[in-house]
């Protein structure tokens, strides 16, 4: 399959990590549980002492439960019009929060500064929602990746304006490791306020993190997250995949081995007659346009989405368990059958 890093199954290390959290009986609710305790210490000792992180079931519910700590109804979310948040969860940011989400066009799935600033000029007109929150998503949902400098310029503007600003992190680790950087260079340390920490598509079966830079957001988190049908009565089955996640740098091995699958399919198909690829491969996803009659045959063989039908772009997706001869084979795959098509 190449439709989806969530295809995959659980890496072997945080399946056995899982595993032994099932042996014995256990505090609920991440109270008084040495799971969520030794996970939490983990989020530490990646971004520092003071941060407080919290657990929920999916990327979803990280995502809207930390805006709902940082904004009130009247408030809106700026974001990429492309982001999963405004794209693909039915609408639930807007439902939970009451917020009014502004999406932005994204150029190769990111937004910058310049075009956020214009959406703040307005800021004490009660006739409109008046932003809070600027979110993007690292990597983008068209596995770009925003450098340092292209973080920390939008969070000067908006944090200039009293606005937050949020990461989606549900591909973080990918992000990482293009970037070859300390995960905190690029979150705490530019300013990021909370982060929604991935780990369902880098090996983990269920679960995300709510990662809170500024501890004084957080307050009211447990009481969010409860209202917000998120907190697990058997915690340490969540938190336990992070320890097996986050021990060793095994999520940033994954990201490392995901990525370069999708640069191995991009380089194989680099020159390839009838196929353009749409964007830069930073992360672990490669997107290309392909005759209508390549892709329905295609789909015959092998499992990948259509992400416009319109201009018939697909997307390719590695996980941290995909195969260099998985890769050869689906490109060579292509190659025959664009051949039998033009």
């Not at 991440?30 to 919290?54: I, P, S, Y």
């Not at 596995?143 to 908006?158: H, K, L, P, Q, W």
Request: glycine fraction near 8%.
């Amino acid at each position: 399959s190449f439709a989806s890093d969530n295809h995959a199954g659980m890496h072997p290390d945080v399946l056995a990590a899982f595993n032994q959290a099932n042996v014995e009986h256990s505090g609920s609710y991440g109270l008084e549980d040495d799971w969520t305790q030794k996970a939490e210490d983990c989020f530490r000792t990646l971004f520092g002492e003071d941060v407080a992180t919290h657990f929920v079931f999916s990327g979803t519910a990280a995502n809207v439960l930390g805006m709902q700590t940082m904004t009130r109804p009247h408030n809106a979310i700026l974001c990429a019009d492309v982001s999963h948040l405004n794209a693909d969860e039915t609408g639930a940011p807007e439902a939970v929060t009451g917020c009014k989400l502004i999406p932005i066009p994204a150029e190769h799935g990111k937004i910058n500064s310049s075009q956020i600033d214009r959406y703040l000029v307005d800021r004490g007109d009660m006739h409109r929602s008046q932003p809070k929150v600027v979110s993007i998503t690292q990597a983008s949902e068209y596995g770009t990746v925003y450098s340092i400098d292209e973080i920390r310029s939008i969070v000067e503007v908006a944090h200039a304006a009293d606005t937050y600003v949020h990461m989606d992190g549900a591909r973080i680790a990918n992000a990482a490791a293009h970037l070859g950087v300390r995960m905190t260079e690029f979150t705490r340390d530019v300013g990021i306020d909370v982060l929604s920490f991935g780990g369902c598509k880098n090996g983990m079966a269920m679960g995300e993190a709510v990662v809170f830079f500024r501890p004084e957001l957080a307050a009211d988190f447990p009481y969010i997250r409860k209202q917000g049908l998120n907190l697990a009565s058997k915690m340490r089955f969540i938190t336990s995949q992070f320890i097996g996640l986050l021990t060793d740098d095994l999520w940033l091995r994954n990201g490392r081995r995901a990525n370069a699958m999708a640069t191995l399919l991009s380089n194989e198909l680099a020159d390839a007659s009838g196929l353009e690829i749409t964007h830069p491969v930073q992360a672990n996803s490669v997107f290309a346009i392909l005759p209508k009659a390549a892709i329905a045959k295609l789909q015959e063989e092998y499992d990948f989405y259509v992400w416009d039908p319109n201009t018939s772009e697909v997307r390719w997706m590695t996980a941290f368990d995909t195969q260099e001869s998985d890769v050869k084979g689906f490109a060579g795959r292509i190659r025959e059958v664009l051949a039998s098509v033009l």
